[in-house]
């Protein structure tokens, strides 16, 4: 049985390992941590993630392996989770899988440039609810 779905390498997992203890920090205003549930498990999950654009009330994520990745998967079934960005933390919801052009409309000047080139397809938008 073969799947066309994209699979983060090993080395992926030893990564985010190593930027989950600073994701999210003030100091590395890219990186954010997205805390979820497990779907069947019921576990806390943290996942380290890179913010590609954001507006008053959204942030985008890239998802370079697809939109089929646990913590995407986990976030759609919960309906939202906690994103710790700039040293706050958010509470999200209404996760919604769209295309590179929402993202690209929003982004700052530097983002337009360097978002093209990223060659991504799938982008995360979270809503913003509150501040924690």
């Given amino acids: 049985m073969s799947s066309n779905v994209k699979r983060p390498p ?61 913590w995407v998967r986990n976030l759609r079934a919960a309906g939202g989770g906690t994103v710790r960005w700039k040293g706050v933390a958010y509470a999200v919801t209404d996760p919604a899988v769209v295309t590179s052009a929402e993202p690209l409309a929003v982004a700052k000047t530097l983002q337009r440039l360097v978002l093209p080139r990223m060659g991504l397809e799938h982008f995360l938008r979270l809503q913003l609810e509150r501040r924690t």
């Fill in 10 to 70: 090993a080395a992926a997992q030893r990564f985010n390992q190593l930027a989950v203890k600073v994701a999210g920090s003030r100091f590395l205003p890219v990186w954010a941590a997205v805390e979820h549930r497990g779907r069947r498990s019921g576990r806390t999950y943290t996942t380290p993630v890179a913010i590609a654009a954001s507006t008053a009330d959204a942030i985008y994520i890239g998802l370079p392996w697809g939109p089929s990745t646990d």
